[in-house]
């Protein structure tokens, strides 16, 4: 058994790095991503006086680098993060390929990584090799996908269109829906991507609406999500199921559309209805965030397992990388999402994902402008709706 | 060669300096801190960029964007073959790679005057860009590709390699004849090509030689990136990056593109990662119209102009 | 039929638009020789502007008589500032011209910051005409119609400006010759500015009608910018019938190619001006 390593008697402080998109295209979810969850729960600790580790009280601070949305800056940022200010731990940056380059450099390192906005399924295959990365959200295959066709079989959904963005976000989902939809004996009918630039979703609407599809899928980003719901209600596109992600789970969208959204479906889910622990927290995300940039989809998660981890470490007694993280990939916390814990691969020698169990949901509906969760098993708060009502009259 | 006729100031410029450069980079990562390293490494490739771009640019005038298409390129070369052979072969599987898309570009973009070379070339890496994502997602079906990570210490030293070969590669070409072709064609096109100077091909063949130093650097590079994408490998900001550092160091002199390369970096890394990042893109701005606004010979010009000062000469010349 | 006429009006009034965003551009690269990488960023600025008059119950398209002016001040003074120091400072045209290109690029980091400062960078949208009228079984957005209405309108009136005052012939004489037209008496650096004022104007009015079509963000504005590139291409420089000439090929192009495949139509903008500048590198209606 190897004996864990004192803490250094000179750390005064616990370092957290994130290279994060604050200015550039992607800039948005630092205002309603993870950043904000982050920052709560650093803020909550460090008002209690910090963590206690082997016996002291140890403040966090974040130190966090504009990468600009640009790649091969975050790649560098981490770099720096982990070599020059010597971080003990790491949050990820956003979205899925920014996470791909990312998860590399800081396994690299041997620093802990919790990953936040992002899919993981091309990084799955990698997990067994990266022991210090930890993927926090639930994504396209991981229990998503499968919940939203498990649920249209159920209600008896024959076709299906896919509409999916030009990039490795549209491309995972599609390709998971694709997988699930065939193999429970749904038609997709037609799978178009869409460049990342701006759109005319005319043609797709018109093209789904001539073939009169039960389920329509979007996979794209908060624009062109805003985008499909206008071209939807000005064509009058009423498929029995729509589903729209990422954005339809920010209350933006709610906000935006309002009595138009009833009965439309996102990716995530959770709402103040999940637990009482979910009401609270639903409360103070609102009062840190503002009521539009809500995530009914990632917030809770986020901030769980900044919990979780902050618990790992006090558990660990150190801050020393690889004795925290064999207490991540063995123990089970109580965090506001509950009891959680993460699967290791390669037999819990290789990062982590959080099992199903972990989340308050995986599908959401709009219903009366709440977030409800659809689920078909204990996490559910609400129906299905199903067909999803047609569009009102405005 | 006549001995007495060495200018033994203008030899410890031209030799010594370069030289004691050469070894505090060569001893650099034995004993700078490890992060530095990597910022070194940063330095290398935009210089390597920067060099390489105004080998051509600089002194035609043409101002080319397809720089990210040619980094991009080599990125590409290490994700197909990193994995298969050693990584000095990648180099120059890349290099060559890029030469041939360049010489091809080259030859179609000939009839192609100043600000439309520019624009064909940068709708040359947004269109690579679309079509390869276009591909990999919908015809292909790989969502990227993983690239085999190397040491920062081997990473460092091809940077380094690729930059040294890079600068004699610029000083050649501006001393020989050659260069000397194409600074007249920078200067009157016409001109030159009455004077007997094959024009198309010097113009070609220097396009097509520049490129192969952003394909090597493209190769080295995609190995610390380790995930690589076309949104990652022909991002435009490569394309841009070169010219701006070319042009706020000063293209008079091939030491110009080269301490614009390091500070362009260097002001980057330290506004992004600073107090100041959430008006990075504001203060880099600023920098960059105001460059353009007061030194449009850039630093060199600028340090030229004082240096002749300095020495007392009537008149500053205003262009390097 | 049905099919066709979708692709044909579909891409006629996405066209509209996309004329009047490089009719601006067509100026300020035309006229006054700067290809403006922050052309979009002005748009951007109108569309938020537009966004913000919004909020305040002012009706979308009357905001383009405030947007408009606003804009060409900001214009007209940025080229008084920044370019007219350029030119002054510039040996040849050439040099200007990459000069005043990589100033536009640094004018982009700053607009774009000074947005985000502002606004964020969460996308908006409002919702105004937002319902589909049918022309033979085929429906369209009732405020991408007006949007266009809007947008020819515009075109014409500049035109007309263009071509019968005083102003505007001195426009044009500095588009063909500014040296001669500086001999002739006109004051040049004036009617630069004047240009690039314009420009902006028209950016920030073709913001104001893109805002009501679709959503808006403040990392938006590249990707117009690169479309009024290839229009202007396209169309041919300086050319106001060129830019509406170049916008509705570009819009029809993009319908059929976004019905056939939609993960192409960007892809297909590069190819078409790729080709164009292979072969005609001065566009359809350049001289």
């Not at chain 1, 616990?14 to 205002?31: H, K, M, V, Y």
């Not at chain 1, 229990?143 to 963005?165: N, R, S």
């Not at chain 2, 007997?196 to 010097?202: D, P, Q, S």
Request: proline letters at 4%; aromatic letters at 12%.
């Amino acid at each position: 058994m190897v004996t864990t390593p004192p803490l250094d008697p000179n750390k005064t402080e616990i370092l957290i790095g994130a290279s994060r998109d604050i200015t550039g295209p992607q800039a948005g979810f630092q205002e309603y991503g993870a950043a904000p969850m982050y920052k709560m729960w650093i803020d909550e600790v460090n008002a209690a006086g910090g963590l206690s580790v082997g016996g002291k009280k140890l403040p966090i601070r974040l130190i966090e680098y504009d990468d600009a949305s640009d790649t091969a800056a975050c790649v560098r940022n981490i770099e720096k993060l982990c070599t020059q200010e010597h971080v003990d731990f790491l949050f990820g940056p956003t979205g899925t390929a920014m996470l791909f380059a990312a998860a590399p450099i800081a396994n690299k390192y041997k620093t802990i990584m919790i990953c936040g906005e992002g899919g993981a399924t091309t990084l799955e295959p990698k997990l067994a090799s990266m022991p210090y990365v930890f993927s926090a959200l639930n994504y396209s295959n991981h229990f998503q996908i499968p919940m939203f066709v498990d649920l249209c079989v159920e209600k008896g959904a024959k076709t299906a269109y896919i509409c999916y963005m030009n990039d490795l976000h549209g491309a995972e989902y599609n390709v998971a829906a694709q997988g699930q939809f065939a193999l429970n004996g749904i038609t997709v009918v037609e799978a178009k991507s869409i460049p990342t630039t701006i759109a005319d979703l005319d043609p797709i609407v018109k093209e789904a609406k001539a073939a009169n599809v039960d389920i329509f899928c979007m996979f794209a980003y908060p624009n062109q999500n805003i985008l499909l719901m206008q071209t939807a209600i000005a064509l009058d596109f009423n498929p029995k199921v729509l589903l729209i992600g990422p954005g339809c789970n920010f209350e933006f969208f709610n906000l935006t559309f309002g009595a138009a959204l009833e009965g439309v479906v996102g990716e995530g889910a959770w709402n103040s209805k999940s637990s009482p622990a979910a009401a609270a927290f639903a409360e103070k995300a609102m009062a840190k965030v503002g009521l539009p940039n809500m995530d009914w989809w990632g917030g809770i998660v986020y901030y769980s397992v900044a919990e979780f981890l902050g618990k790992a470490i006090e558990k660990a007694g150190t801050l020393d990388s690889d004795t925290v993280r064999n207490v991540m990939a063995t123990e089970k916390f109580e965090t506001t999402l509950g009891l959680i814990w993460w699967e290791c691969a390669d037999g819990g020698k290789g990062g982590g994902l959080l099992p199903q169990e972990c989340y308050d949901g995986q599908i959401g509906q709009w219903q009366s402008g709440i977030f409800e969760v659809i689920d078909n098993d204990s996490h559910n708060t609400a129906p299905f709706i199903y067909p999803k009502p047609l569009w009102p009259e405005s | 060669m006549d001995f007495s006729k060495i200018n033994w100031k203008q030899f410890a410029v031209s030799a010594v300096i370069p030289l004691a450069v050469l070894v505090f980079l060569g001893i650099w990562p034995t004993v700078g801190p490890t992060y530095q390293v990597t910022l070194f490494t940063y330095f290398l490739l935009y210089m390597v960029i920067a060099v390489s771009w105004t080998i051509f640019s600089g002194t035609t005038g043409y101002i080319s964007l397809a720089s990210a298409a040619f980094y991009g390129v080599g990125i590409y070369a290490a994700a197909l073959f990193g994995e298969k052979m050693p990584l000095i072969f990648v180099i120059f599987i890349g290099g060559a790679a890029s030469f041939i898309l360049a010489f091809i570009v080259g030859a179609i973009t000939l009839r192609l005057k100043g600000i439309f070379f520019a624009m064909f070339t940068f709708g040359l890496v947004l269109l690579m860009k679309e079509v390869i994502h276009y591909l990999e997602i919908t015809v292909w079906n790989t969502r990227g590709m993983f690239v085999i990570l190397q040491s920062n210490e081997a990473i460092y030293y091809y940077m380094m390699g690729i930059f040294v070969v890079t600068m004699i590669a610029a000083l050649l070409i501006k001393r020989s004849k050659y260069g000397l072709a194409l600074q007249s064609i920078g200067e009157n096109e016409e001109a030159a090509a009455h004077t007997g100077i094959n024009v198309t091909m010097v113009k070609i063949l220097t396009f097509a030689v520049s490129a192969i130093f952003m394909g090597a650097a493209g190769v080295v590079m995609a190995t610390k990136m380790t995930y690589i994408d076309p949104g990652i490998a022909f991002n435009p900001m490569m394309s841009f990056s070169p010219a701006l550092m070319a042009i706020f160091g000063g293209m008079g002199s091939i030491y110009g593109p080269v301490i614009g390369a390091v500070l362009f970096t260097y002001i980057q890394e330290e506004l992004t990662t600073g107090s100041l990042k959430s008006y990075y893109m504001l203060i880099f701005g600023s920098i960059l119209v105001a460059t353009i606004l007061f030194l449009p010979n850039g630093l060199m010009g600028l340090v030229q102009s004082i240096w002749k000062r300095i020495k007392g000469e009537k008149r500053a010349p205003t262009r390097g | 039929m049905e099919q066709f006429l979708d692709i044909l009006i579909g891409g006629l009034l996405i066209g509209a638009i996309y004329s009047l965003v490089s009719m601006g551009l067509s100026l300020q690269y035309g006229v006054a020789k700067v290809l403006n990488i922050a052309h979009g960023e002005f748009l951007m600025f109108g569309a938020f502007l537009t966004f913000w008059l919004q909020q305040h119950s002012i009706n979308p398209l009357l905001t383009v008589v405030i947007v408009g002016p606003i804009m060409f001040i900001v214009g007209f003074i940025l080229y008084r500032t920044v370019f007219t120091g350029i030119r002054m400072k510039a040996a040849h045209q050439g040099i200007f011209e990459s000069n005043a290109m990589l100033a536009a690029f640094g004018l982009y980091f700053i607009v774009q910051n000074i947005a985000v400062l502002i606004w964020g960078s969460t996308p908006y949208s409002y919702s105004y005409l937002s319902k589909s009228f049918s022309v033979f079984g085929a429906d369209f957005f009732q405020n991408r119609l007006a949007a266009a209405i809007f947008a020819i309108g515009i075109g014409i009136i500049f035109y007309l400006f263009l071509t019968s005052t005083r102003t505007g012939k001195a426009i044009r004489a500095a588009a063909q010759d500014s040296a001669t037209a500086g001999l002739m008496g006109v004051n040049i650096n004036y009617v630069l500015a004047l240009c690039f004022g314009f420009g902006a104007a028209m950016a920030g009015i073709a913001g104001s009608l893109i805002s009501i079509c679709y959503p808006i963000q403040t990392s938006m504005g590249l990707g117009y910018t690169v479309i009024a590139i290839v229009v202007v291409t396209l169309g041919g420089l300086g050319s106001i019938p060129g830019s509406f000439i170049g916008g509705f090929i570009l819009g029809v192009i993009g319908s059929i190619v976004s019905s056939w495949q939609p993960g192409l139509t960007t892809a297909s903008y590069y190819v078409i001006f790729i080709i164009l500048l292979l072969v005609r590198p001065k566009g359809l209606m350049g001289k």
